[in-house]
Every structure is written in C-alpha cells, then in structure tokens.
C-alpha cells in the first residue's frame, strides 16, 4: 500500500467529471487500499479518487466512531438512486481543502448503488453522516466540492485561502 499524495483545491482535475471504472480488477484493488492508506492518513472519513488525480468513478469512505472497529467501504461506480425529503444541516470539511468547514444542506438520508471491491452490486441506505459523506464523495466524482454550496463570497475567500496554502507548501518542498 502507497499513501497517495491529495490534490489541493484549487486544481482543475478537482473540478472535472470522472469516468466509468471499466473492470474491477487487482489494479483497482490496489487502487482502493491506497485510497483507504492515504485516507486514514490524513486523517478523513471520505476519499475521492479524483482528489489523488485518478479520474474514475470510485470512493472509500469509513464513518465508523473512534471507538468503533473500523467499517471501510469502496464504492465503484456509485448512483444515488433515491434522496429523502427531509434535508440535515452537516458541518462538512474536505481533503482537499484542508481546515475548512462549512454548514452543508443535504437529504437527510439516500439509497446508493455501487459495485464493491469484487465487482458485486450493491444498494444500500445511509443516513447520518454516512449519507452526507457518501454525496460529498459523489460530488467530488462529478466535478463538484462542498464550498459550491456556499456564496460567492465566501467561496472566493476559501479559495484565496487554498492558494495561499498551496504556494505556502510549495515554499517548504523547494
């Protein structure tokens, strides 16, 4: 396993659509427990493989409490089939724009479907913050972050921020 280094908004591959896994192979396998490595790192409970530059349809997430045994999943090719209504206000946070949190509205709950680590199909419902990571991880699959949701102004701000901080580590790595 290989800790993948994460993309830093803004980058433009953070705001591109990703494609279709086409076979869920070793490569892919390999793939999903870098991405789980390289999550637990960081530490987060969402992973896009768009935010380490890989441009497929395929996150891990683990929601699981700090006092909980760990429940990693990998979902290929994710589809959510079905939102709620009812909507939940959670205050959300990404990767790849570290230290950043903002008030999120999203269905409170959804039905997902999704090909596992073997290639089975899956559906499953989430809710909780089990469903808002599993629609901020498919956004980021479709070219959209967390501070789309917010202002303009505020949007610009994060962003000014995030530009900062990329030219703040580029310093140090030079």
């Not at 996150?59 to 090719?77: G, I, T």
């Not at 999120?104 to 913050?129: A, H, I, K, N, Y």
């Amino acid at each position: 396993m290989t800790l993948r280094p994460i993309l830093i908004h803004p980058d433009p591959r953070l705001k591109k659509v990703c494609d279709p896994v086409a076979a869920v192979d070793d490569d892919l396998r390999a793939l999903i427990d870098d991405m789980l490595e390289t999550m637990y790192d960081a530490p987060g409970v969402g992973l896009a493989a768009s935010q380490i530059g890989v441009m497929q349809r395929l996150f891990v997430m683990d929601c699981s409490e700090k006092d909980e045994a760990p429940e990693p999943m990998a979902l290929v090719n994710p589809e959510i089939v079905w939102t709620s209504e009812e909507t939940r206000v959670h205050e959300e946070g990404c990767l790849s724009i570290p230290d950043i949190y903002a008030d999120v509205t999203r269905p409170d709950r959804v039905r997902v479907r999704w090909l596992d680590r073997d290639g089975t199909e899956c559906e499953g419902e989430f809710d909780g913050l089990r469903a808002t990571c599993a629609q901020h991880e498919i956004d980021h699959l479709n070219g959209k972050l967390f501070i789309d949701y917010l202002g303009s102004m505020k949007r610009q701000m994060i962003t000014q921020k995030m530009k900062k901080l990329k030219r703040e580590r580029a310093k140090q790595g030079a």
